[in-house]
């Protein structure tokens, strides 16, 4: 276009100035050889990986027995045990197997010797030392016998025992005399313990006995005070 010669031109040009002889590529390509008869590095393997094994784990631990999960529930104090109660930390536990379970407890307990054993309270089971050993707990912690009961202090716990519960009125009544001062002292030595409180339909407290009268009385319930006529037993 602007007078310079093209490619093809400027390679006539270049073949004609070598002579005009035919070019052509060798195809055996000579092979590289090492200039010393030294060997070839060796091929690096790189090693496989495996994964690792876990591990050993060690056999799980058995799960305690039912009636070493009750003595622990016994140990652990409150309420009174129930079968309901127990159920809902023992799978499949029924009130035959529970009280299974406590039968079992009070014969290694009674063949051991030991100082305690399971008695029925409130419906429920719970431990109670022997009354062999009463005095000593009572020597640790004292109780109502060192507060020595006069006769009025039994008169008013014997009409609640029995009425509860039961309000002061009723208890005067039967009594033929005020107990205000005599119900004060039993529910600050924990013998009673107001059970209703004065509402619109019960114009007065009523009163009613307490875990501890049942075991300063060594009593497992209620059921268990003495059968009297209804005006003799007050």
Known sequence: MNGDPSPVELGQAAAAKLGGAEWQLDADIPELVP???SPP???LEFPRLVPAKPPPTEDAA???ASD???EAMLFLGGHPLTSDIAAKSIRGLTP???QDAIDGLNRRYRKQGRPYAIQPRDNGFALAILPAFRPLREKIFGGTREARLNQ????????????????????DGIRGTDSGGTL??????GLIAVQHRADAENREVRYGTTRRFLATFGLSGLDELPRLGETAAV
């Not at 009025?152 to 208890?171: C, F, H, M």
């Not at 004060?184 to 030595?189: A, F, I, S, T």
């Open 35 to 37: 200039e010393d008869d």
């Open 184 to 189: 004060r002292q039993l529910v600050r030595y």
């Open 41 to 43: 590095p060796p091929i």
């Open 96 to 98: 035959s197997m529970f």
């Open 152 to 171: 009025a202090a039994i008169d008013v716990l014997s009409v609640v025992a029995y009425r509860q519960p039961v309000g002061k009125t009723e208890i």
């Open 68 to 70: 070493r999960i009750i």
């Open 62 to 64: 058995p799960p305690p």
